[in-house]
């Protein structure tokens, strides 16, 4: 599969590629962003998860997408598909870096990836893990739809961290977007 680039009001959502790197690691050495996202990361792990995500493209034929803002190209952070062995389901996730956080560019990058998951990838059901104490990513999930089903474990390393799984079917999401649920 190519991997696809795609196109919202004011994002662009493509894959991730070498461009991206040191954008990449100022958003893993941020606390503010990494509040929720597994903490702060040194440039070597932060390279690791890159390389994850980029190559998830290769094994899994999707990835978490680089968003760039369209009119200036600045990178803001990444949204998308995202189902590593053992995750918990058929997540679309996301992370802004903190200066883009408030201006609805992760409920626009969001709803795009969903999309593209329900209409292109076929998936049937869609999961955000998320920390019980993250407001802003659980206010983002209701605002797409979704409801909290109780909490879920990530796969090691990541097996202590608290998350719930907030999630809908991709029939509720379909009723949605089309003005009916």
Excluded at 12 to 28: I, K, M, S, T, V
Excluded at 99 to 120: H, L, P, S
């Amino acid at each position: 599969m190519t991997a696809p680039a795609l196109l919202t009001e004011r994002l662009l959502l493509r894959p991730l590629g070498p461009e991206d790197a040191e954008a990449w690691y100022a958003f893993h050495a941020d606390p503010v962003t990494m509040r929720h996202l597994g903490g702060v990361q040194s440039r070597s792990i932060a390279w690791r998860g890159l390389c994850a995500m980029a190559g998830a493209w290769s094994i899994r034929g999707f990835s978490m997408f680089a968003v760039t803002l369209r009119d200036t190209g600045a990178w803001i952070g990444r949204v998308g598909p995202w189902q590593p062995e053992d995750w918990p389901g058929t997540e679309i996730g996301w992370g802004l870096a903190s200066q883009f956080a408030g201006r609805g560019f992760a409920r626009e990058a969001a709803t795009a990836a969903i999309d593209y998951a329900v209409d292109v990838l076929g998936w049937t059901d869609i999961i955000h893990t998320i920390a019980p104490d993250n407001a802003e990513s659980i206010a983002l999930a209701g605002q797409l739809g979704s409801t909290n089903r109780g909490p879920t474990t990530l796969p090691p390393p990541l097996e202590s961290l608290p998350v719930d799984d907030w999630g809908q079917s991709a029939a509720d999401w379909r009723a949605r977007r089309a003005g009916r649920g």
